[in-house]
């Protein structure tokens, strides 16, 4: 898997003349887990929803390892990006069916148990009910489904707000775990400091649909970010 | 005026009326005036049609027959678009799917020569055939309508794994169909058995051979079933479309913000002044 850094411009997007997202401007390296936080209604999981196309930005540009996304077709850069929601969203009567729902669709080669064993999750569920499975270990395989398109990014979007803490520690884990086996480069949006802290290499704040600053991990989380995390300590 | 007298000699079924009227005030149903206006507009809407239908036939003009149609067919698309309310083009996709429903299948009755081309059958076949297409298109849009909204979540999830708008919603389009075709499709399963069609009823009654009565309802049945599922579908297949883009994003919502994180953030200046 090859691992494309995403780089935002000036990027805005309204909606019936109510703007979302006012010009954010931020880099998430190849390779890297980039954390991307702020307050409720900041235009967090917008800005993940334009990087893959979901909605169509009104101006500004997302490059993919240097490449426009607006020149791309939406349906293949959405193949490039693979996007992991808050719910598991899982379709088909079979974990199988469910992890290669959209490698079918593309007509891409899947192996369905070494998915499962990159997720964590044992090779003989794949014949299971997905409904029969925790909601953790269906949000392992929505990852999986993700991985199965082979991306170059992986935007996750409140991946574990529906989890338990023991689950969401697992899943954290599992984002860093396929981040260091793949080099995969991420997007998280996470609203818990803590988890940022545990899983980010660096860290994008946004606020009222604009980018307020861009930090590593290291920065953010020593004096130099305090004004940052205290902002939005306050906020939530 | 006999007409008058005929029609009017149905008043005293009224008294029926007054049974649900009695229930829905016993059970504070608050239904008395909806039931009211329904047994005033019945009465009205079908004592008009029966002088029209009446007036039709004495001119024996197919031209009129076809206006008489396509004018029942404007006000079921406008009655279905009404019901599907936010639908966007509800009235003219409603149009086009009762009208080729309609066209196709009294056209069909015509040229295998099952019906005769007169006012007499086109009339009432045409007004069964587009009431039931109507509601099949107000059921079908409706299903679509909240389907999508409830399950925008799940159709991002096709849609971001590559899936087209069509591919994503396709689930939401089979059970929509499914919806407004099983009613029809159990009907016909146990007509005869549990109940005898309305048509056949009345046939039989204005004393009719009960073996044409059954002529006629098995062509009365299998017309409904092939317009109502050509109405559905082609409800279904189009109007979906109204809720993505080209480019296979769900439309945006505006002002409804249904993902609590894309809401306008209240007061929403630079939080953080740069130095």
């Given at each position: 898997m090859a691992s494309a850094g995403i780089e935002i411009s000036g990027l805005g997007y309204a909606v019936g003349g109510t703007e979302i997202l006012k010009g954010v401007d931020a880099r998430?390296?190849?390779?890297?887990?980039?954390?991307?936080?702020?307050?409720?209604?900041?235009?967090?999981?917008?800005?993940?929803?334009?990087?893959?196309?979901?909605?169509?930005?009104s101006s500004g540009e997302v490059y993919l390892d240097g490449e426009p996304t607006s020149a791309l077709d939406p349906l293949a850069l959405r193949r490039r990006v693979g996007m992991v929601f808050q719910i598991p969203a899982l379709f088909g009567g079979s974990v199988e069916e469910a992890v290669l729902y959209g490698a079918r669709l593309s007509g891409k080669d899947a192996d369905p148990r070494r998915l499962l064993q990159m997720v964590g999750l044992d090779a003989s569920l794949r014949w299971r009910d997905p409904r029969a499975l925790s909601v953790g270990q269906q949000q392992r395989v929505s990852i999986a489904r993700a991985l199965a398109l082979g991306p170059e990014a992986l935007l996750l979007d409140e991946p574990t707000s529906a989890l338990d803490e023991a689950a969401r520690r697992r899943i954290e884990e599992l984002v860093t775990d396929l981040n260091a086996r793949l080099g995969l480069t991420m997007v998280f949006v996470s609203h818990d400091l803590s988890q940022v802290e545990r899983?980010?290499?660096?860290?994008?704040?946004?606020?009222?649909?604009?980018?307020?600053?861009?930090?590593?991990?290291?920065?953010?989380?020593?004096?130099?970010g305090e004004r940052a995390r205290r902002y939005i300590a306050g906020r939530d | 005026m006999a007409g008058l007298q005929t029609v009017g000699s149905a008043l005293p079924a009224l008294g029926l009326v007054a049974v649900a009227v009695l229930l829905s005030l016993y059970e504070r149903l608050d239904l008395e005036k909806d039931i009211g206006v329904a047994v005033v507009r019945s009465c009205v809407q079908l004592a008009a049609i029966g002088y029209v239908i009446d007036y039709i036939f004495g001119l024996d003009s197919l031209g009129v027959v076809a206006l008489l149609l396509a004018g029942m067919v404007l006000f079921a698309a406008w009655t279905s678009a009404r019901r599907a309310g936010d639908v966007p083009k509800a009235f003219l996709i409603a149009a086009f799917a009762v009208g080729v429903a309609a066209v196709a299948t009294l056209g069909l009755l015509l040229a295998l020569g099952i019906v005769p081309a007169t006012a007499r059958y086109l009339i009432p076949l045409g007004g069964m055939v587009i009431g039931n297409s109507m509601n099949a298109a107000s059921l079908t849009m409706t299903r679509i309508r909240?389907?999508?909204?409830?399950?925008?979540?799940?159709?991002?999830?096709?849609?971001?794994?590559?899936?087209?708008?069509?591919?994503?919603?396709?689930?939401?389009?089979?059970?929509?169909?499914?919806?407004?075709?099983?009613?029809?499709?159990?009907?016909?399963?146990?007509?005869?058995?549990?109940?005898?069609?309305?048509?056949?009823?009345?046939?039989?009654?204005?004393?009719?051979?009960?073996?044409?009565?059954?002529?006629?309802?098995?062509?009365?049945?299998?017309m409904l079933l092939g317009s109502v599922s050509i109405a559905a579908i082609l409800v279904g297949t189009i109007s979906y479309r109204s809720f993505f883009t080209p480019r296979h994003q769900l439309m945006p919502n505006p002002g409804e913000g249904s993902d609590t994180s894309v809401a306008p953030h209240p007061g929403s200046g630079s939080p953080l002044s740069r130095e």
């Amino acid at each position: 898997m090859a691992s494309a850094g995403i780089e935002i411009s000036g990027l805005g997007y309204a909606v019936g003349g109510t703007e979302i997202l006012k010009g954010v401007d931020a880099r998430m390296p190849g390779g890297e887990i980039t954390a991307v936080v702020g307050p409720s209604g900041a235009g967090k999981s917008t800005l993940l929803r334009a990087v893959n196309r979901l909605v169509e930005p009104s101006s500004g540009e997302v490059y993919l390892d240097g490449e426009p996304t607006s020149a791309l077709d939406p349906l293949a850069l959405r193949r490039r990006v693979g996007m992991v929601f808050q719910i598991p969203a899982l379709f088909g009567g079979s974990v199988e069916e469910a992890v290669l729902y959209g490698a079918r669709l593309s007509g891409k080669d899947a192996d369905p148990r070494r998915l499962l064993q990159m997720v964590g999750l044992d090779a003989s569920l794949r014949w299971r009910d997905p409904r029969a499975l925790s909601v953790g270990q269906q949000q392992r395989v929505s990852i999986a489904r993700a991985l199965a398109l082979g991306p170059e990014a992986l935007l996750l979007d409140e991946p574990t707000s529906a989890l338990d803490e023991a689950a969401r520690r697992r899943i954290e884990e599992l984002v860093t775990d396929l981040n260091a086996r793949l080099g995969l480069t991420m997007v998280f949006v996470s609203h818990d400091l803590s988890q940022v802290e545990r899983v980010a290499d660096r860290v994008v704040l946004m606020a009222g649909g604009r980018s307020e600053g861009e930090w590593s991990a290291e920065e953010f989380f020593s004096a130099a970010g305090e004004r940052a995390r205290r902002y939005i300590a306050g906020r939530d | 005026m006999a007409g008058l007298q005929t029609v009017g000699s149905a008043l005293p079924a009224l008294g029926l009326v007054a049974v649900a009227v009695l229930l829905s005030l016993y059970e504070r149903l608050d239904l008395e005036k909806d039931i009211g206006v329904a047994v005033v507009r019945s009465c009205v809407q079908l004592a008009a049609i029966g002088y029209v239908i009446d007036y039709i036939f004495g001119l024996d003009s197919l031209g009129v027959v076809a206006l008489l149609l396509a004018g029942m067919v404007l006000f079921a698309a406008w009655t279905s678009a009404r019901r599907a309310g936010d639908v966007p083009k509800a009235f003219l996709i409603a149009a086009f799917a009762v009208g080729v429903a309609a066209v196709a299948t009294l056209g069909l009755l015509l040229a295998l020569g099952i019906v005769p081309a007169t006012a007499r059958y086109l009339i009432p076949l045409g007004g069964m055939v587009i009431g039931n297409s109507m509601n099949a298109a107000s059921l079908t849009m409706t299903r679509i309508r909240d389907d999508v909204t409830e399950q925008s979540l799940k159709v991002e999830a096709a849609l971001a794994l590559g899936a087209t708008s069509r591919q994503a919603v396709s689930p939401i389009l089979k059970t929509a169909l499914q919806r407004a075709l099983i009613p029809l499709i159990d009907a016909t399963k146990t007509t005869g058995i549990i109940f005898l069609p309305g048509a056949m009823v009345g046939m039989i009654i204005a004393g009719a051979d009960p073996l044409e009565a059954v002529r006629l309802q098995i062509v009365v049945l299998y017309m409904l079933l092939g317009s109502v599922s050509i109405a559905a579908i082609l409800v279904g297949t189009i109007s979906y479309r109204s809720f993505f883009t080209p480019r296979h994003q769900l439309m945006p919502n505006p002002g409804e913000g249904s993902d609590t994180s894309v809401a306008p953030h209240p007061g929403s200046g630079s939080p953080l002044s740069r130095e």
